[in-house]
């Protein structure tokens, strides 16, 4: 019953560095998607993919990657870390077909110092 | 472009009363989905209800239950006989059918329930 699991759960970096975040879902999800939350705001769409292999952009791309090599994996890059980026980062997926109900993981919260 | 407006930031309730959480978006589609999601401290998504725009209608899942107006592009969501369980931020969200992918989200609402 695992269901979306992020890791980690809590990292510090420091401006300049990199790290990546990993998405892991065990429901046979073609869609991923990663969002981050900012205090005010409501979730906000960084990257997402419709498929093993596919990436696409979502409203606030800048600063990252994305990668899905496997179905059950989408991975979070962030190249070199600014204090812009603290945030609290959120993984979901979805299956295909008309229920279009997303099922998110618990959030990775990102201290770029 | 599509948004959604939660105008309450904070609400509180008493133990077993009602509550409602308002949310208005504004979009010039005609079919989409709306959602509202709960968020405890834990900080895990939880989707509690989800309204089909061309169904009339209201959603209910138990103790919640939405109010949709379509023609004013109001989605709220209704609690009753509330627990402390229901303390939580509470998201507004809505999806285009032609974009399903593009989850909008509101900026949400943080319940508090008093015993």
């Known amino acids: 019953n695992a269901g979306v699991t992020q890791t980690p759960k809590f990292r510090v970096l420091k401006t300049g560095q990199s790290m990546t975040l990993l998405c892991a879902q065990d429901?046979?999800?073609?869609?991923m998607y990663w969002y981050r939350q900012d205090p005010g705001m409501g979730l906000r769409l960084i990257h997402y993919s419709v498929g093993e292999g596919t990436t696409a952009k979502g409203e606030v791309p800048d600063g990252y990657n994305v990668s899905r090599l496997k179905k059950q994996n989408f991975l979070l890059g962030l190249e070199s870390a600014a204090p812009s980026q603290t945030s609290v980062y959120f993984c979901?997926?979805?299956?295909?077909?008309?229920?279009?109900?997303?099922?998110f993981g618990a959030g990775t919260r990102l201290s770029v110092l | 472009a599509q948004t959604v407006t939660q105008s309450q930031p904070e609400m509180s309730v008493q133990e077993a009363e009602t509550v409602t959480l308002s949310c208005t978006y504004d979009?010039?589609?005609?079919?989409?989905?709306l959602f509202w999601y709960k968020q405890p401290p834990s900080r895990q998504m939880i989707l509690v209800i989800r309204?089909?725009?061309?169904?009339?209608q209201n959603a209910t899942e138990n103790r919640f239950s939405v109010n949709f107006q379509k023609a004013a592009k109001s989605f709220s969501l209704k609690i009753s006989d509330s627990q402390l369980g229901d303390a939580a931020m509470y998201f507004c969200a809505y999806l285009p059918r032609y974009n399903t992918d593009k989850l909008i989200f509101g900026t949400g609402t943080r319940l508090q329930v008093f015993p």
């Open positions: 429901m046979n999800h073609e869609y």
């Open positions: 979009t010039s589609e005609s079919d989409y989905y």
């Open positions: 979901a997926s979805r299956p295909t077909g008309a229920i279009n109900i997303q099922y």
């Open positions: 309204q089909e725009a061309y169904k009339q």
